[in-house]
């Protein structure tokens, strides 16, 4: 005679998800409805992310821009010119070295983030909706302390994880 159990039934039961792997759902679905939010206001996740790296710290090179929005620097090229052509960044020499060029935040490109904001607001606010204020604090702690973890854990293996927080 077999018994079905309900781990037979939901194959989570019986070996839930690794934390990591749950985290790369969220990802997934946060870039999912970023898109869909950003896409009738002309952005991409990916350049509203440049976008705020450059509102929180602008004068950076491409390469530095790569690396805080996660991105390679050949997909930041492309994506810098883009962005400067729409007149959402602007793009001077470095005064400490001239062969470099630094990225800054245009007015029109704080105006788009500006109109942004709301949605991506609504977005945070429907991932924390059915927590409690308490625990949506902890979330973002427990998030932050992920981040650092594995940021050392980076660094004693001597590969870069430079995240915008790290500026």
Known sequence: ?????????????A?????????????LAVRAVMDDALRPLGLTTLQYT????????GGLSSAQLARRAFLRPQTMHVMVRTLEERGLISRDRNPGNRRVLVA????RGRELLNRVAPHIEQIESGLLADMSARRGAEF?????????SLTAEAAARGVSATTPADE
Request: aromatic content about 4%.
């Open 50 to 57: 440049a976008l705020t790296v450059l509102e929180r710290r």
């Open 140 to 148: 973002r702690a427990a998030l932050r302390q992920g981040v650092a």
């Open 1 to 13: 005679m077999t018994f079905v159990t309900a781990a037979d039934d939901d194959p989570e039961a």
């Open 104 to 107: 800054a935040l245009t007015d």
């Open 15 to 27: 070996a839930p998800p690794s934390t990591l792997y749950l985290i790369k759902q969220l990802e």
